[in-house]
């Protein structure tokens, strides 16, 4: 039930399109949704995260979206560029249990 | 750049062998977290210390330890070393017991030889 299902495993895309990443989860003790971007020999860096009380987050190109009653949020990532060629991990945490359940990754590649 | 240190970036050891990894938290922020990146098991969490004590306990083996000293700098102890133990180890810390956001350092290599 800690468990976090994130898909695609990997991704491709055009420069200039739209890039989407989804998780799903069961525990519904879950209030906090974070994104988090890895590049190779770095530590994930926190992207954008969103709470349950709303549907949708946007922060420049990423945007969040997020149902509740399915269960599942999603990463959209619009006018990609190649320099968001990185792995992207989806997480969740609850107030019981602070520390993050990640998905297993994301490897997207833009190319030019 | 996060904020959190860590040291080593890379340690390449032998099996059996005890090794301690550094964490110094972003300036401000009382929690440290640790988590192991592998291949099969992806990001998992070990170990929460809050203001100097133990919070959570996550998949965290028994060979395995942390503590959080009075400056807040924490360290991983990973003793009798196995094979299988080769992995990144993430330092992350955020502000309180319960607050998010976690910032995560780079981490440091572990090579089992």
């Known amino acids: 039930q800690q468990q976090v299902k994130q898909s695609p495993q990997s991704l491709i895309v055009q420069k200039g399109g739209i890039s989407i990443i989804n998780c799903a989860y069961e525990n519904t003790a879950f209030d906090y949704f974070p994104w988090y971007q890895q590049f190779p020999g770095k530590g994930p860096a926190l992207l954008i995260a969103?709470?349950?009380?709303?549907s949708e987050k946007k922060e420049g190109r990423f945007t969040i979206s997020f149902n509740k009653s399915a269960k599942q949020f999603s990463l959209h990532i619009m006018d990609s560029q190649p320099g968001d060629s990185a792995t992207y991990f989806c997480a969740a945490s609850n107030a019981g249990r602070r520390a993050l359940t990640f998905g297993s990754g994301t490897r997207l590649q833009v190319q030019p | 750049d996060s904020g959190v240190t860590q040291t080593p970036k890379h340690l390449i050891t032998a099996t059996g062998q005890r090794v301690t990894l550094r964490c110094s938290p972003r300036s401000g922020d009382l929690s440290v977290y640790w988590y192991q990146q592998s291949l099969d098991q992806g990001l998992q969490f070990l170990i929460q210390y809050y203001n100097g004590e133990e919070r959570a306990k996550g998949n965290i083996l028994e060979r395995f330890s942390a503590q959080q000293f009075p400056d807040l700098h924490s360290e991983l102890n990973l003793s009798s070393l196995e094979l299988g133990d080769s992995a990144l180890y993430f330092c992350?810390?955020?502000?309180?017991?319960?607050?998010?956001?976690?910032?995560f350092g780079d981490g440091t290599r572990l090579s089992i030889l």
């Open positions: 969103i709470r349950p009380d709303v």
């Open positions: 992350a810390s955020s502000l309180g017991q319960n607050n998010q956001p976690q910032h």
